[in-house]
Nanobody
Framework: QVQLVESGGGVVQAGGSLRLSCAAS????????KGWFRRAPGKEREFVAAINWSGTMTNYADSVKGRFIISRDNAKNTVSLQMNSLKPEDTAVYYC??????????????????WGQGTQVTVSL
């Protein structure tokens, strides 16, 4: 059974930092793109960041560019999201995802076949 499990969410003040991690089990994703998405209350899920299979190319939403950094460790089958200079509008449930059969840092959510259960990030004023 394939599982993606996120960790690292929590409550932080505006301007602070959090690091999200996502551990995969059940299969290796060393040749698959990985991404982070989020869903804020009352809003649709949106793309946050993606990284290609080798970790050499990344893609970010404009709203997080320059503040968030996505990285991966294929040996550990993990992907991480370092979030800096957090803003209240970053408050959301964050989901990690892995793309089956897709190696490039793709942005559409429907290209990701595996999803974690989500972790809550709350940024207070």
């Amino acid at each position: 059974q394939v599982q993606l499990v996120e960790s690292g969410g929590g409550v932080v003040q505006a301007g602070g930092s959090l690091r999200l991690s996502c551990a995969a089990s059940g299969r290796t994703f060393s040749t698959s793109a990985k991404g982070w998405f989020r869903r804020a209350p009352g809003k649709e899920r949106e793309f946050v960041a993606a990284i290609n299979w080798s970790g050499t190319m990344t893609n970010y939403a404009d709203s997080v560019k320059g503040r968030f950094i996505i990285s991966r460790d294929n040996a550990k089958n993990t992907v991480s999201l370092q979030m800096n200079s957090l803003k209240p509008e970053d408050t959301a449930v964050y989901y990690c995802a892995a793309a089956a059969g897709m190696g490039r840092a793709t942005t559409p959510g429907n290209e990701y076949g595996y999803w974690g259960q989500g972790t809550q990030v709350t940024v207070s004023l």
